[in-house]
């Protein structure tokens, strides 16, 4: 919400997406949420065709930051108790977002929220396809 992108959802999923079940968390703008919702991973890259599909992954090698978006990426994002299955991962590749320690030390936090993950990345790529928006 506030990107104006689409959330794509697959199933099976491991929470409700009805209005009370939304309502009981806290969102209350989820009826203007824009989703869409598919039947299982072969429906969603079934959708996805020839799109470039981002993955991110806690452990994925390369930065998020070297991606070069371009209208119609998709970015993936698995569930926040488990990731991207290490299948998937290990047959295409995936980028992280690096996490910093203190003073200097690697990170004792192994990733961040899911809802975290994707305000970084999703405005990376906003900042990246309207520049202007960005402007002074």
Known sequence: ????ARLHL?????????????????????RHVDRVEHADEAAF???????????????????????????????LFGRESTGLPDPLVAERGAWRIPLRG????????????????????GYEAYRQLLPEDFEP
Not at 10 to 30: M, N, Q, T, Y
């Open 102 to 121: 203190q003073a200097g030390q690697p990170s004792r936090v192994r990733s961040l929220n899911l809802a975290n993950a994707v305000a970084v990345v």
């Open 45 to 75: 890259w079934s959708w996805a065709g020839q799109r470039r599909v981002h993955l991110l992954s806690a452990r994925g090698s390369r930065p998020f930051t070297a991606i070069r978006f371009q209208l119609d990426d998709v970015i």
């Open 10 to 30: 697959i199933h099976p999923l491991g929470f409700r997406v009805d209005e009370k079940a939304a309502r009981r968390a806290g969102i209350d703008h989820w």
């Open 1 to 4: 919400m506030g990107l104006g």
